[in-house]
């Protein structure tokens, strides 16, 4: 199979290119659609089978290109639709949520007229938050896929604790003033007095911080991840308000086996870590108070890190998210490829050497 996919430069990089080495390492063909590349001369010179877009980005050259191709799949991360956008929008502008508008929804529904092509709508939602944040799409004949993020297990795993980068506590992320609304709360407090904790942050955005050190390079994320006693995850907030949404930390930090406590999201708990694999915390009071119990605790430090990754591995890597869609489109052999190399990962020597 080849895949065309549209090439990006934000977080959604990362998704994309977990989805990618899974594609490669099944043996199937991968090209980028770039931002100056020609549209048809993408779709002419590599003639895919399946193509990966937005339903916002999704203009009239690549629909001509969809149109000219009766057989070619398409799979298209598309902007929320559900009953869940009567709350967000009461909220003015407060969070960034990309709710669709009727210019996206009108030219979708039309493309699904159309076109005799398999169309699937995804967004990065656990299949039991859909109905909520989807379902409209499907109310308008519009099939939609649960494509949530996962862990790339081909990037991200254990590895040995490196001197130079221990600590107490390590977070890999920017610092901004939305997200900053719950790091203010939730790490910053944890900076001072400077000393208390060995703390070590890294990220492309400068935090206000003296432990920020700058960016990390990514052939050294592993190891400041395994080098740390906790790696926190704060989300953004409309995460902990809405409970729809969960990002990608807690499954490369999982995959690599390091101990993540977590600020409360409800998908996190109630679909994903369902047996109290990874703690949590619904306030920065409750929060602060379990750095300092489980720092204490390296036994059950390892012991939530274990039962975590076990629960990545056998079901939220990009692996699981790419055998699902291949299940969709009714390719049950290359799903059945896919999930063969999570097995395959987990059965080497993975008790690394730990801070």
Same mark, same amino acid.
């Given at each position: 199979?080849?895949?065309?996919?549209?090439?990006?430069?934000?977080?959604?990089?990362?998704?994309?290119?977990?989805?990618?080495?899974?594609?490669?390492?099944?043996?199937?063909?991968?090209?980028?659609?770039?931002?100056? !590349?020609?549209?048809?001369?993408?779709?002419?010179?590599?003639?895919?089978?399946?193509?990966?877009?937005? /339903?916002?980005?999704?203009?009239?050259? !690549?629909?001509?290109?969809?149109?000219?191709?009766?057989?070619? !799949?398409?799979?298209? $991360?598309?902007?929320?639709?559900?009953?869940?956008?009567?709350?967000? &929008?009461?909220?003015?502008?407060?969070?960034?949520?990309?709710?669709?508008? #009727?210019?996206?929804?009108?030219?979708?529904?039309?493309? %699904?007229?159309?076109?005799?092509?398999?169309?699937?709508?995804?967004?990065?939602?656990?299949?039991?938050?859909?109905?909520? !944040?989807?379902?409209?799409?499907?109310?308008?004949?519009?099939?939609?896929?649960?494509?949530?993020?996962?862990?790339?297990?081909?990037?991200?795993?254990?590895?040995?604790?490196?001197?130079?980068?221990?600590?107490?506590?390590?977070?890999?992320?920017?610092?901004?003033?939305?997200?900053?609304?719950?790091?203010?709360?939730?790490?910053?407090?944890?900076?001072?007095?400077?000393?208390?904790?060995?703390?070590?942050?890294?990220?492309?955005?400068?935090?206000?911080?003296?432990?920020?050190?700058?960016?990390?390079? &990514?052939?050294?994320?592993?190891?400041?991840?395994?080098?740390? $006693?906790?790696?926190?995850?704060?989300? #953004?907030?409309?995460?902990?308000?809405?409970?729809?949404?969960?990002? #990608? %930390?807690?499954?490369?930090?999982?995959?690599?086996?390091?101990?993540?406590?977590?600020?409360?999201?409800?998908?996190?708990?109630?679909?994903?870590?369902? $047996?109290?694999?990874?703690?949590?915390?619904?306030?920065?009071?409750?929060?602060?108070?379990?750095?300092?119990?489980?720092?204490?605790?390296?036994?059950?430090?390892?012991?939530?890190?274990?039962?975590?990754?076990? /629960?990545?591995?056998?079901?939220?890597?990009?692996?699981?998210?790419?055998?699902?869609?291949?299940? %969709?489109?009714?390719?049950? &052999?290359?799903?059945?490829?896919?999930?063969?190399?999570?097995?395959?990962?987990?059965?080497?020597?993975?008790?690394? $050497?730990?801070?």
């Amino acid at each position: 199979m080849k895949i065309l996919s549209l090439h990006y430069h934000n977080a959604f990089s990362y998704i994309t290119n977990g989805w990618k080495n899974v594609f490669q390492a099944t043996g199937h063909q991968w090209e980028w659609l770039y931002e100056n !590349t020609p549209v048809f001369d993408a779709f002419n010179g590599f003639e895919p089978d399946l193509f990966l877009g937005t /339903t916002y980005g999704l203009d009239r050259a !690549t629909i001509k290109c969809i149109k000219a191709r009766p057989n070619l !799949t398409v799979v298209l $991360k598309a902007q929320n639709w559900g009953s869940s956008d009567a709350a967000i &929008n009461k909220e003015e502008n407060k969070y960034p949520i990309g709710i669709s508008n #009727e210019e996206e929804q009108e030219k979708i529904c039309k493309l %699904r007229e159309e076109v005799d092509n398999t169309i699937l709508l995804h967004n990065f939602y656990h299949e039991k938050r859909m109905p909520e !944040t989807m379902g409209y799409w499907n109310d308008h004949g519009i099939d939609t896929i649960s494509m949530p993020l996962a862990a790339d297990h081909f990037v991200y795993k254990p590895v040995n604790s490196v001197d130079f980068l221990q600590s107490d506590i390590s977070f890999v992320g920017g610092y901004w003033k939305y997200k900053g609304r719950n790091l203010d709360k939730y790490m910053i407090p944890l900076c001072y007095p400077v000393g208390k904790y060995n703390i070590k942050i890294f990220g492309n955005q400068v935090w206000p911080v003296p432990q920020y050190m700058g960016i990390v390079e &990514n052939y050294l994320v592993n190891h400041v991840f395994c080098s740390a $006693k906790i790696c926190p995850n704060i989300s #953004e907030p409309h995460a902990n308000d809405f409970g729809f949404e969960i990002n #990608e %930390r807690v499954f490369k930090l999982s995959a690599c086996k390091c101990f993540c406590l977590s600020d409360h999201i409800d998908s996190l708990v109630e679909d994903v870590f369902t $047996k109290g694999e990874m703690p949590t915390a619904k306030t920065a009071d409750e929060f602060h108070e379990k750095i300092d119990f489980y720092l204490d605790k390296p036994d059950l430090r390892t012991e939530h890190a274990q039962r975590c990754y076990d /629960t990545v591995m056998k079901s939220h890597t990009y692996c699981h998210r790419i055998a699902n869609l291949f299940n %969709r489109i009714g390719l049950d &052999n290359e799903a059945d490829k896919c999930l063969g190399l999570v097995s395959k990962s987990a059965t080497g020597d993975l008790s690394p $050497k730990r801070f």
